[in-house]
């Protein structure tokens, strides 16, 4: 089996791409799916757990009604229809972090199905993704690898397993094949995902925090030449969780089935592991049709009825829809079509939101996550809000600058000391010594030796060339490394030459 990639260029002109996405989203709901324990984040490891999760001998689940509520939310905002009438299945398989040796899921009897999503490209061009289904299930527990490189299973010594995860509600949302995207597969893959998270946020069903796994991705890819009706093999890259993760793993795909495709050798139906580091997949095991998880109705679990009057009640509760509520905010913000379709596209919408929210005006936070964290976000090549910047972080160095206490070239640098850990913009500016000098003392001392340093551009500012006083200000901001008030050593400079501003 060869390793090798053809371009994507190359690959594109050879076959046509075939997507299926498994979206899975946590539920934020203050106990799991089954059981009485707490569902949070972050906790120490196997502290909320009980019996249920556990699933030692003689104990029983209960179903979560907001888990239920929850799910129901989700399948409406999907366009689907919702059953009035599921249930549960065990999904048998063994594993680690899952200690019942089963998966209480849902197969033959979804909670929500036949649905669709209207997913917005960066150009404007709208494509419809078909939802198949959107059914309820538990989270297995987290399995944290020890000794191998980078945390991978590969070469590990031993691992760790943390059942706070187990049981935690999930929402499985799964794709029916996505056909006709062409190139735009890649690009596609990150604006689903994003749609998808966009709208359980705005649920307030979920997190959504990809970066905590409350959102992630199952990527299917599979390549047909072009002509033929007949999919190919697929493969299933596992628990993507970032847009541009789920991007690049799309179109590394694509390119790998590529020169498998040309190799005359066969594509392996399998799950792989994305490497964020590499931007490679590479494989996990032989990937598992149905038949083989031998799953039957939970009998400790009676069916769920969804009455059509819980039904409209809960879909009277719904927010406005994403695309209407985009359309707000761009008219409460005021920013031009293209302005806010750079917002959007960078990914940084609830960002700007949050931090208008938090006192900005919707001009500064613009500034900031469009001007300074969204370019540092892809050099580290990731989505900016991996980077761990809060919109009052945003707010509060915006008001320094305006309070005059530092310049925006301090702001900046401030804003690279908040990203590496450093503390709050205060204990930043207090740390490094950063603080702008607007004391006169100070600042006639630098302004007389620039002067005596450049005497023919005093003489042309004595003169009426009153621009030229930039040069000076150039070079008392240079001797107080940047710290100076800019705007008070012109002010001081045309008092100290007798001439009007």
């Not at 679990?301 to 905010?329: G, M, Y």
């Not at 580290?380 to 309070?403: C, F, H, K, S």
């Not at 240079?478 to 008092?495: H, N, P, S, Y």
């Amino acid at each position: 089996m060869t390793d090798a990639t053809l371009s994507f260029e190359e690959a594109m002109e050879k076959y046509d791409p075939v997507l299926g996405f498994e979206v899975h989203v946590e539920l934020n709901t203050k106990t799991k799916m089954f059981s009485s324990a707490p569902n949070v984040f972050g906790d120490e490891p196997n502290t909320n757990v009980n019996e249920v999760d556990l699933g030692l001998p003689g104990v029983l689940p209960v179903v979560n009604r907001k888990a239920i509520e929850s799910s129901i939310k989700i399948g409406l905002a999907l366009n689907c229809t919702i059953a009035e009438t599921c249930r549960f299945a065990r999904k048998n398989y063994f594993y680690p972090d899952t200690p019942k040796n089963f998966q209480t899921s849902q197969y033959d009897e979804p909670i929500a199905f036949d649905g669709y999503l209207d997913v917005e490209l960066a150009d404007g061009t709208v494509f419809r993704v078909e939802i198949e289904r959107a059914h309820m299930e538990e989270d297995a527990g987290k399995l944290t690898h020890m000794g191998g490189a980078a945390g991978r299973i590969q070469g590990a010594d031993y691992s760790l397993v943390d059942y706070n995860r187990s049981g935690v509600p999930l929402v499985e949302i799964v794709t029916k094949p996505i056909q006709g995207a062409g190139s735009r597969a890649p690009e596609l893959a990150k604006a689903y995902v994003a749609a998808v998270r966009e709208i359980v946020k705005n649920l307030g069903v979920s997190d959504a925090k990809m970066e905590r796994g409350n959102v992630r991705c199952d990527a299917n890819v599979s390549l047909r030449p072009y002509g033929r009706e007949r999919f190919g093999i697929r493969s299933e890259t596992k628990n993507v969780n970032s847009l541009r993760a789920v991007e690049h793993a799309v179109r590394y795909e694509i390119q790998r089935h590529a020169a498998v495709l040309d190799a005359g050798e066969p594509i392996v139906q399998e799950t792989r592991h994305w490497h964020e580091d590499t931007r490679t997949t590479t494989s996990g095991r032989p990937k598992s049709d149905a038949d083989d998880y031998r799953y039957f109705p939970e009998p400790d679990l009676v069916p769920i009825v969804a009455s059509r009057e819980w039904v409209e009640e809960l879909r009277a509760t719904l927010p406005e829809p994403p695309a209407a509520r985009r359309k707000r905010l761009q008219a409460d913000w005021g920013y031009s079509d293209l302005e806010f379709r750079d917002v959007v596209n960078a990914g940084v919408m609830d960002e700007i939101e949050e931090t208008i929210a938090a006192g900005a005006t919707a001009t500064v936070a613009r500034k900031w996550w469009m001007g300074e964290i969204v370019g540092r976000a892809k050099n580290a090549d990731v989505d900016p809000g991996q980077l761990g910047v809060r919109p009052a972080t945003i707010v509060e160095l915006n008001a320094m600058v305006e309070a005059g206490k530092i310049n925006n070239k301090m702001a900046v640098e401030v804003l690279d000391g908040v990203l590496a850990g450093e503390g709050t913009p205060e204990e930043i500016v207090q740390k490094r010594g950063l603080a702008v000098v607007s004391d006169d003392g100070p600042l006639l001392e630098a302004i007389d030796a620039a002067l005596a340093a450049q005497p023919g551009v005093a003489d042309k500012i004595r003169g009426g060339k009153v621009q030229a006083v930039g040069a000076i200000v150039g070079g008392v901001m240079k001797a107080t490394r940047g710290q100076a008030d800019a705007g008070r050593v012109r002010e001081l400079i045309l008092e100290r030459l007798g001439v009007e501003g």
